[in-house]
C-alpha cells in the first residue's frame, strides 16, 4: 500500500497579485494596511520580484520523493499559499505522515503545522547528522575568504516571547548551533545565537535581533549561519543579504552567510529515510 506524505514549507505568493492575499493569510485573515502591503511589495522587488522558495520547495519535494521510491506519494503542502496543507491532505487516500521543511521545533511554528495536517508528524530534525555537517561544511567554505577575527552569528526566525514561555525552540536552537560549531572546529568565543525577521507587531519578540547583535561585537566580520531556515528565500536574501549586509558596511565589517540546504541530494536523502522510519 502506498502511504503519502505531506512535505510542508512557509509558501510564497506565485505572483504579485497575489502578495495582497497571502499577507492576509499570514495576518490570520487581516488584511495589512497600505503601507504593510507597499513594504512587502519592496522587499520582494528588492529581491527580483518574487522569491524563489517556489521552485527550491518543489526540488526539495522531488528529491525526497525519488529518495523515498515506490510505496510513497509525496505532495506539498504550504502554510500561507496555495496548494495549502488541507489540500495535500484531501489529495491523499491512507496513512499520511508530515514532515516540515524547518528543522526546529516550536509550538508557535511547527506546532501549527502539526495541528493543520492532523496526521502523525516529525516535529524537528536538526540532530540529523548531515544536515550538521552540510552546515558545519558551509561555515567553513565561508571563513576561508573572511578574516581571522570572523565572528559567527547562527539565526532563526524570532518569535513572540508570549509564544516562547516554556517552549523548546530556543533550546534546539542553542543544540543544534553547538554541534555545528563544534563540528566547524569554532572557539566558544567566535559564535553566538541571534534572531531575526521578527514580525512587524507591536508586542516583544526574541532578540537579540542579527541587525543589533552586530552592532555589538568587537570582530573584523560577521558570517550569519541561518540555521533556523533551509530554503533561500525572502528572509535570507533580504533581512541577511540585503538589511544586515547594509548594516555591516555602516558598522565597517565584512559580511557573509552560509549556503542554505536547498535540494541538497544527501540531506534530503537523510530526510527521506527519517521519513521512511517514522511512516513505519
Ligand atoms: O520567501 C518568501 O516569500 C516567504 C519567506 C518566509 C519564510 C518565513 C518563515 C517563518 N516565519 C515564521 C513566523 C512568522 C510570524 C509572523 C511572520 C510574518 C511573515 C511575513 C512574511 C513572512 N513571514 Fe514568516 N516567513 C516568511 C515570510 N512569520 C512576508 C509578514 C510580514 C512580516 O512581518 O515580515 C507574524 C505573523 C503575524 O502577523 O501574526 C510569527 C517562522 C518561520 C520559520 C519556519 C517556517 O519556515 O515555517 C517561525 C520562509
Known amino acids: 500500500m502506498t502511504s503519502g506524505v505531506v512535505v510542508m514549507a512557509y509558501g510564497t505568493p506565485a505572483s504579485a497579485d497575489e502578495v495582497e492575499a497571502y499577507y492576509t493569510h499570514i495576518r490570520h485573515g487581516r488584511p ?3 503601507e504593510q502591503l507597499g513594504d512587502l511589495r519592496a522587499r520582494y522587488d528588492a529581491i527580483g520580484g518574487l522569491s524563489p522558495l517556489r521552485e527550491i520547495t518543489r526540488a526539495q519535494r522531488d528529491r525526497l520523493a525519488s529518495a523515498l521510491g515506490d510505496g510513497y506519494r509525496v505532495e506539498l503542502g504550504y502554510k500561507h499559499a496555495p496548494p495549502f496543507i488541507e489540500d495535500a491532505v484531501a489529495s491523499l487516500a491512507g496513512d499520511i505522515v508530515g514532515l516540515v521543511l524547518a528543522p526546529h521545533y516550536s509550538r508557535g511554528s511547527i506546532g501549527e503545522y502539526v495541528e493543520r495536517l492532523g496526521h502523525p508528524t516529525i516535529e524537528s530534525w536538526h540532530d540529523l547528522p548531515e544536515w550538521r555537517t552540510f552546515q558545519a561544511q558551509a561555515v567553513r ?19 513572540p516571547e508570549r509564544v516562547l514561555a516554556d517552549d523548546r525552540y530556543p533550546d534546539e536552537l542553542e543544540a543544534s ?19 531575526q525577521s521578527a514580525g512587524r507587531t507591536p508586542e516583544p519578540w526574541r532578540g537579540p535581533d542579527v541587525l543589533e547583535a552586530m552592532a555589538g561585537l568587537d570582530t573584523e566580520a560577521v558570517l550569519v549561519c541561518p540555521q533556523g531556515f533551509t ?5 535570507v536574501l533580504y533581512d541577511l543579504d540585503i538589511a544586515a549586509k547594509q548594516r555591516a558596511d555602516e558598522l565597517g565589517i565584512a559580511f557573509a552567510r552560509t ?14 529515510d527519517r521519513v521512511r522510519t517514522f511512516s513505519r
Open 32 to 34: 495589512p494596511t497600505a
Open 141 to 159: 567554505t565561508a571563513l576561508k575568504d573572511l578574516p581571522e577575527r570572523t565572528t559567527v552569528l547562527f539565526t532563526a526566525h524570532s518569535l
Open 177 to 195: 548551533a553547538t554541534a555545528i560549531a563544534d563540528e566547524a572546529g569554532l572557539d566558544r568565543a567566535a559564535w553566538a545565537l541571534a534572531w
Open 231 to 235: 530554503a533561500d528565500h525572502l528572509e
Open 259 to 272: 549556503a542554505m540546504v536547498n535540494d541538497d541530494a544527501k540531506v534530503l536523502g537523510a530526510l527521506a
